[in-house]
């Protein structure tokens, strides 16, 4: 068994050319909801079938299997550099021209020889797999079938053979919701969880509990919208296990006695009474001054920042935040 998290490898570290090394993470929505990517560490060749509400979705893999929660690392990283060119009003395109090493590093990867064969791999389990679903993104609603990506190519070779450069071509499903902006900001150390059902489980409670106190989920639907195929016990035993280990960022969970699992935020949160709040109308000014950042985490992070510096009264919040994000974005 290795250690609970992986190492920090890299602690200092009409197309579109990747070249914002330290864009923050960042998710879609949709796949961040429901089940679309593999939790096995074995080639999963099974056809996944997934309804929750009026969402339907079915996953079909190539004969390498489906495209796993750690292929999901190549998609992140492209949506987080669409979104750092979005933000600094740039033209993005569904064709994304990437550096291998840069996507290596930026993800925690290893940078070897066989890093790098890992990484054509995960190329070729995210084009061979198959998605038919009405799920919406952007506000539209079509039963399509798609790849996770539409294609990908190796440009440039090193003398070695290993791969340098890289053209991906992104699903119109997915660059739909980039430019939507239907994305959220996931913490790095999301890149140091080992285990898939550890990122899996991440992505649900970021999604579901964000700048809420507390978020409440029974271990049945969670079972179902993690997409893991163990039975419900075994399933509970691997939720002790991660909650044991804390290694998931940001969040505390605990699961009781009734199967309900409670996540709250590790951040300042609105039941503290001293922390100072921000008007809807600041968050508002924040969104245009940021377009597509995550506003609710702004805040949060402001929040932080204002406790740190010794929690003082503040007698006019929004400026006091607005002021703060003005620095934040100078530097």
């Known amino acids: 068994m290795g250690g609970a998290l992986l190492p920090d490898r890299h602690p200092s570290a ?79 395109s569904k064709e994304v021209h990437l550096r291998a090493h840069d996507l290596l590093v930026a993800t925690n990867r290893e940078t070897s020889g066989d890093g790098y064969k890992r990484l054509r791999d995960a190329f070729e389990r995210l084009a061979g797999t198959r998605i038919t679903t009405n799920i919406t993104t952007a506000e539209t609603q079509v039963t399509s079938g798609f790849g996770l990506i539409e294609s990908w190519q190796i440009e440039r070779r090193a003398q070695g053979g290993r791969m340098v450069s890289v053209v991906v071509v992104l699903s119109d499903w997915l660059f739909r919701a980039i430019n939507a902006r239907s994305v959220l900001t996931l913490s790095r150390a999301y890149f140091r969880l080992r285990r898939p059902l550890e990122r899996r489980l991440y992505e649900l409670v970021r999604k579901h509990c964000g700048r809420q106190a507390e978020w409440k989920v029974s271990v049945e639907t969670l079972l179902k919208k ?104 100078k530097g």
Request: charged fraction near 25%; glycine fraction near 6%.
């Open 14 to 92: 009409d197309f579109f050319v990747c070249d914002i090394f330290d864009a923050m993470p960042k998710g879609d929505l949709a796949s961040m909801e429901h089940p679309l990517f593999s939790l096995s560490t074995r080639p999963d060749r099974a056809i996944l079938r997934y309804a929750h509400g009026p969402a339907t979705l079915e996953v079909t893999p190539s004969v390498k299997g489906r495209a796993t929660m750690h292929d999901k690392d190549i998609l992140i990283y492209c949506i987080s550099q669409l979104m750092a060119a979005l933000n600094a009003g740039r033209p993005v």
């Open 226 to 329: 993690s997409g893991s195929s163990s039975p419900r016990r075994v399933f509970r035993a691997m939720l002790r296990d991660i909650i044991a280990r804390g290694t998931l960022p940001d969040y505390d969970l605990e699961l009781g006695a009734d199967d309900i699992l409670r996540v709250r935020p590790q951040r300042l949160v609105e039941t503290d009474i001293s922390v100072p709040r921000v008007s809807p109308e600041a968050l508002e000014r924040a969104r245009v001054l940021m377009p597509g950042a995550d506003v609710y985490m702004l805040e949060a992070d402001w929040q932080l920042f204002w406790a740190r510096s010794g929690r003082r009264v503040l007698r006019a919040p929004d400026k006091a935040f607005l002021g703060w994000l003005a620095k934040r974005q």
